[in-house]
């Protein structure tokens, strides 16, 4: 019993934690993708190419996953020789 009461304290304790890291990782991945989607040219009125699967689906899953997502759009946005917004 006190082993699972140690466990639920230190669940709870540290879901606030989890939550801050994640809406941190959230707000760069949508910053990435708002850069990448206003600086490279893809496909439409602009005439440039389609955007890559990984890129479509980094941006679609910002919310949900960003940590997998952050680092397709870094990739891409290195590529095309843009900086990096800041961090945090």
């Known amino acids: 019993m006190k082993?699972?009461?140690?466990a639920l304290v230190s669940t709870v304790v540290?879901?606030?934690n989890l939550a801050i890291a994640q809406s941190?990782?959230?707000r760069y991945c949508?910053?990435?993708?708002?850069?990448?989607?206003?600086y490279i040219e893809t496909?439409?009125?602009?005439?440039?190419s389609a955007t890559p699967a990984e890129v479509v689906i980094a941006i679609d899953?910002?919310?949900?996953?960003p940590t997998s997502?952050?680092?397709?759009?870094?990739?891409?946005l290195k590529a095309a020789r843009l900086s990096l917004p800041p961090r945090g």
């Not at 082993?3 to 140690?6: G, H, Q, V």
């Open 3 to 6: 082993l699972l009461t140690t």
């Open 14 to 16: 540290a879901l606030p």
């Open 24 to 26: 941190a990782d959230s």
């Open 30 to 38: 949508a910053a990435l993708s708002d850069m990448y989607e206003t």
């Open 43 to 48: 496909a439409g009125d602009k005439g440039g």
């Open 61 to 65: 899953k910002c919310q949900s996953d």
């Open 69 to 76: 997502s952050i680092p397709v759009l870094e990739k891409q």
